[in-house]
């Protein structure tokens, strides 16, 4: 679709039946709108719904970092500090180098150095995050049934009432202490599955500077999400 500034903005349509409602919203990442709504036969109204609202994508998407690939010799945040990526190195296996910069040396097919550093960086988001996970359910007195790490588009961490939590790995890429707060915000979900004062109380006993972690997350997430394979 054309917006009225005659950008050409892709638009996603998917059917989401727990949706109460239609809903317009960014994927950052590939730099498109989605269109949500809860049943196939609503499909027609989405797509008008995100015509609608077309403008409103159009300055959204405008605001976005450019995006940034991984590859030899780019720059990106690893653990909120300068990390160059690099194909230099002995053998096949990932090394990280830390310093200023950090250096992460990945040897090989240098068609694949995205999509290595991609796993790397989800490896060693999981292992920060279950180490931050059981800290902070020792903190709260709760048990996490599952970690896990996955490429989420609109949320950074979530909770299911079973005691499942999952997590961006983009999160590697921000400051520990923001991953922490993260972390401690889904840890603080097994005791309160919403967002009451009660919550915020759970969270800030694991967190006292939750507050400044959560600013820097909605300053810079953005630019996070705009690193990609």
Known sequence: ???????????????NPRAKRLILRLDEQNREAVAVCPSKRFVPAAARFAEERLDWAASRLRKLPPVARLAHNK?????????????EGEGRKAVLHEGEPHVLSLPGDPETIGRRAERFLRTLAKSELTRAVDQYCATLEVDARRVTV???????????????????????????????????????????????????AHV?????????ERAWLR???????????
């Open 1 to 15: 679709m054309t917006s009225a500034c005659g950008l050409e903005i892709p638009v996603r349509i998917e059917v």
């Open 75 to 87: 720059r990106f945040l690893l653990k909120g500090s300068d990390c160059l990526i690099t194909l």
């Open 150 to 200: 996955k490429d989420t588009r609109s949320r950074w961490g979530s909770c299911t009432s079973d005691g499942r939590l999952a997590f961006s790995w983009r999160l590697i890429m921000a400051p520990p202490e923001v991953l922490d707060y993260v972390a401690a915000h889904e840890c603080a979900h097994l005791l309160e599955m919403n967002h009451s004062p009660r919550f915020w």
């Open 204 to 212: 800030e006993r694991c967190r006292p500077h939750w507050k400044q």
């Open 219 to 229: 300053r810079h997430g953005s630019g996070l999400h705009a690193v990609s394979a």
